[in-house]
Structure formats: structure tokens, C-alpha cells
Nanobody, 116 residues
């Protein structure tokens, strides 16, 4: 298991931005770095869904609903990934989770709430 800690969530108005951070403070880089990483989100009453994924080499893919608005990135030296979220919409409201694919580990989640 990889211990993941998310931060950066909050309450904003539509059109504003947030930056989520996920760190793996107890994991050595040889475990963190080779794995693809991802951000998922779960809105009330809905299943957890992929938002964005990044390979160990930095290749990215996004859910159609966030393309052009969200950017995932990683800093392997810091064992950290980020999710820059711009032009937020009310439908982006959810708990956002960080996921380390190789170990199938999840963070505890961070709440993002976007008002009208």
C-alpha cells in the first residue's frame, strides 16, 4: 500500500480555479515513480469516475468533461501529483481522490464544491 494525502479542495464559485495536490510522504521514489497516477472524483449518488491520468513518463489522458479545463502533472522528485482545475463548473462538485495504480492505493479524498 502507498499512503497518499490529498489537499487543495475547497468551495469556489463557477469560473474560478483550484489546484489539488497529492503527496506520498511515506513512499520511496522507486515505488512512487514507476506507477501511473490518476485523479478520480465521486459526486453524491454517483460512482467514482476517472478525471485524469498521467503515466510515469508524463503522458496524460482526461475525461471528456474536463478536457481543456483541467491539467494533471507530476513531480517525481517530490513524489507528488497535481490537478490544476480552471473554469470550474457546478457539475465539478465532488470528492476528488488520488490513485496510485500499481499498488491500487487511494487517498482519503478532498472535497471540491463549486457554486453557481
Amino acid at each position: 500500500q502507498v499512503y497518499l494525502v490529498e489537499s487543495g479542495g475547497g468551495s469556489v464559485q463557477a469560473g474560478e480555479s483550484l489546484r489539488l495536490t497529492c503527496k506520498a510522504p511515506r513512499t520511496i521514489t522507486s515505488v512512487f515513480n514507476p506507477s501511473p497516477m490518476a485523479w478520480y472524483r465521486q459526486a453524491p449518488g454517483k460512482q467514482r469516475a476517472l478525471v485524469a491520468q498521467i503515466s510515469n513518463a508524463g503522458r496524460t489522458n482526461y475525461a471528456d468533461s474536463v478536457k481543456g479545463r483541467f491539467t494533471i502533472s507530476r513531480d517525481n522528485s517530490r513524489k507528488t501529483i497535481y490537478l490544476q482545475m480552471n473554469s470550474l463548473l457546478p457539475e465539478d462538485t465532488a470528492v476528488y481522490y488520488c490513485h496510485h495504480l500499481q499498488s491500487m492505493s487511494w487517498g482519503q479524498g478532498t472535497q471540491v464544491t463549486v457554486g453557481q
